[in-house]
């Protein structure tokens, strides 16, 4: 489906109906990396509207010069959410620089959100400041990586703490191939220049008081796990939860748990 938001059309999927849930993907991959790890969980309840979208750049959504930055990317996400469910209030959830964006959407509108779902959120938008561990690999799997192309096997190998057959099938699937698709200049120019938003994101004027979930990964070396403790203040209905074993993309490497945090945030959302 097609959204013309601001002189670009913003592709975006809806699965089901019900209650609106908002989910934003990291930046390169694409809504295949939310869709992956979430519709195993809400494909089990018809209670939910669930509305993948494709960030400027990603997927199926083409770039465009005048989208220089985060303040412009959360502009466009805010109007899409509009257009798509106007006067509605909805759920959120958002990966990495997904949950960034999330969080500028509660700094703009928190009354419209029902509930926020932070996963391995980028908290510190620059990441010569971000309190990372280095990268370590847990479970590697030799046979596997030699069986991939090198260039696949090299980046599974950066990104991935657990290296196995099903995390592979989940990442080539869910995550690579978005970014073997995304527009590298433009997110390359937006990375360098605009990553980071004109407002302290962070400093909300009124805590966030409806059900939260913050997961993050102990040994996940692109965003961390510590930065997000210095914001939980804002969040006083949040479940934080750091779970071993599991890196950036800790949905594919502790799926039982994350399926679990999710169900369990759910049931707060519902009695909420």
Sequence with gaps: ??????????????IGQGKPIIMIHGFYPDHR????????????????????IDLPGMGETKAAE????SDIMLDI???FIKTIIPNTNFLLAGQSYGGYLARGIVYKMAGKVDGLLLLCSCIVADRKKR?????????????????????DANEFNEMQVVQTERTWDRYRDE?????KIADDKFLSNIQENGYEFSFAVDNMGEKFTKPTLLILGR????????????ILDNYPRA???????????LQIEQEDVFNCLVNEWLIRVEEY
């Design 131 to 151: 309190n990372i561990p280095s990268h370590i690999v847990l479970k590697s799997d030799d046979i596997l990586l030699s069986q991939i192309e090198q260039v």
């Design 1 to 14: 489906m097609e959204c013309k938001i601001k002189h670009i059309s913003v592709h975006y999927e809806i």
């Design 219 to 230: 040994q996940d070396s692109t965003v961390g796990y510590k930065d997000a403790w210095n």
């Design 33 to 52: 990396l939310m869709a992956g790890c979430m519709e195993p969980i809400f494909s089990k309840t018809s209670k939910y509207k669930r509305i993948y």
């Design 77 to 79: 996400v805010i109007e």
């Design 66 to 69: 005048w989208i220089t930055n």
């Design 175 to 179: 995550i690579l191939s978005g970014v």
């Design 239 to 249: 479940t934080f939860a750091v779970l071993d074993r599991a890196g950036h993309n």
